[in-house]
């Protein structure tokens, strides 16, 4: 009995391991050759950042993936093809020859290959072959790309069928009895508050997107099985530019009041608006870079400690290392479903703050 007890607990632990390492985020990890010591910090690097693929897994040697195209304007113009083409080659030996030009990829930049490769052989025509500096222009849909228009699909399809599940007397039925406490609460909770009664419904619909827009990428991040999976929000460029959006409307909506109190600030000694007045022209740029890191450091850091956990494993060699592996990964992943969510809100809500602040109107006294 005891027995079957232990090889029943082995078991589970083994399939919720199958389960971790079968997630795109950590299957794709490249297996040490020969002897070679595991390392931990190139598998990581190469999960949380961009490719021109969706690896699955690989089987008896072969790696199995999704292509996506690869779109590249190079000094003959225009150039199109598969990422299939690579051979998911990301060491710059496979050599993908189009329009008279030459490729190759390296540590998923795409480069021209050199005309006459080094060490290149009748047998082995990409033998030794080295990228050149010079890169083309790189308009790929690459895995963040095509998981950011899958989410803009997503969006379209949860709130067009959401509108539609009204009755005639406006009580909300299937999805809407989701998505219709969600929008409540943002504009109640976020929209209000934090820009005021005037002037909120001119960035409710900017505030319910970038929440929504942001929680669907987290979440599409998470899912173990989910072909499509990628780590967008954990890509700084992609917070970059929610940023700078959210930095535009700021300044461009801000009125005199504001602008008053960032340079010359009322109600205080010369010297000291002097003094505060660089500080508070740094401040509106501060802002917009806080909101970039925050969100990309919480997502990103989420991924790295899941996977670092995980290759504990490999590092022991032992399938003993699954079991406190394995517990502490499922606690971090439950923990991570919260702060995708948290990450949306406060991201949001930094933004309706720095908008309402922008639009305030301040009263002084003489």
Not at 8 to 28: K, W
Not at 216 to 233: C, D, E, Q, T
Request: proline share 5%; glycine share 4%.
């Amino acid at each position: 009995m005891k027995t079957t007890n232990f090889n029943l607990i082995r078991s589970l632990i083994l399939g919720v391991f199958f389960i971790l390492v079968a997630n795109p985020a950590i299957a794709a990890s490249p297996e040490p050759e020969g002897d070679s010591e595991f390392n931990v910090t190139d598998m990581i690097m190469h999960h949380i950042k961009d490719a021109h693929d969706f690896h699955i897994m690989d089987w008896d040697g072969h790696a199995i993936s999704i292509p996506l195209p690869v779109i590249l304007w190079t000094n003959n113009g225009l150039v199109t093809f598969m990422s299939s083409e690579f051979q998911h080659d990301d060491t710059g030996t496979v050599v993908v020859e189009k329009n008279g030009q030459r490729f190759v990829k390296y540590h998923e930049e795409i480069y021209y290959a050199s005309e006459a490769p080094h060490g290149a052989t009748a047998e082995k025509p990409s033998e030794g072959v080295h990228h050149e500096a010079e890169k083309p222009l790189d308009f790929s849909i690459t895995k963040l790309v095509f998981s950011m228009f899958l989410s803009m699909v997503l969006l379209l399809l949860i709130f067009g069928l959401s509108a539609r599940k009204y009755d005639a007397n406006g009580v909300p039925k299937g999805i809407a009895k989701f998505t219709e406490p969600l929008v409540v609460f943002i504009r109640d909770e976020v929209a209000i508050p934090n820009i005021g009664e005037k002037n909120y419904k001119r960035f409710l619909p900017f505030l319910l997107t970038l929440f929504f827009f942001i929680w669907i990428n987290n979440v599409m991040g998470l899912i173990p099985f989910f072909p499509f999976s990628a780590n967008l929000s954990g890509n700084i460029a992609f917070t970059l530019v929610l940023a700078i959006i959210t930095f535009v409307i700021t300044t461009f909506v801000a009125n005199k009041d504001y602008w008053k109190h960032i340079f010359w600030m009322p109600g205080l000694p010369v010297p000291m608006k002097i003094f505060l007045a660089p500080i508070e022209f740094m401040g509106i740029f501060i802002k917009p870079i806080s909101l970039m890191i925050r969100l990309f450091a919480n997502i990103t850091a989420g991924h790295i400690i899941v996977l670092s956990l995980i290759s504990l494993i490999f590092i022991a060699q032992s399938e003993w290392a699954a079991i406190p592996a394995v517990v502490f990964s499922v606690f971090i992943s439950i923990i991570e479903v919260l702060v995708v969510a948290i990450q949306a809100y406060i991201f949001t809500l930094l933004s309706a703050l720095y908008i309402g602040s922008a639009m305030e109107e301040h009263e002084h006294e003489h």
